[in-house]
């Protein structure tokens, strides 16, 4: 099974969005200068036929409405993926809790 974890791309070069702005909420421009702070990721958790894969990539998604998670959620989420070996990411069972925000049910893409 493969599980797609699109995580936003939310950070300004050269300017700072602040950590409490919304995801929903960034302008065009803020959301495609994204991607330079965190490198993509792909983390295997078991083997490939029946294991789980996970995708942490700097998507030009747009949060959607009503998405509570903020730029600060953001950030955590992808300091803590890459303190974590691949090994650890799995034995986390979907992501460090720091994640859980941008997972919130009105955060996935429809």
Known sequence: MTRLFIIFGILLSGCTVPNGKLLSELNDKQADSVCDEFGARTILCGDEETGETYFFD???VDAPSGCPATVGDYRACLEAVEAL??????ETQGG?????PLLDADCLPE
């Open 85 to 90: 070996s691949d090994a650890s990411f799995c």
């Open 96 to 100: 460090p809790e720091a994640c859980y």
């Open 58 to 60: 700097c998507a030009s």
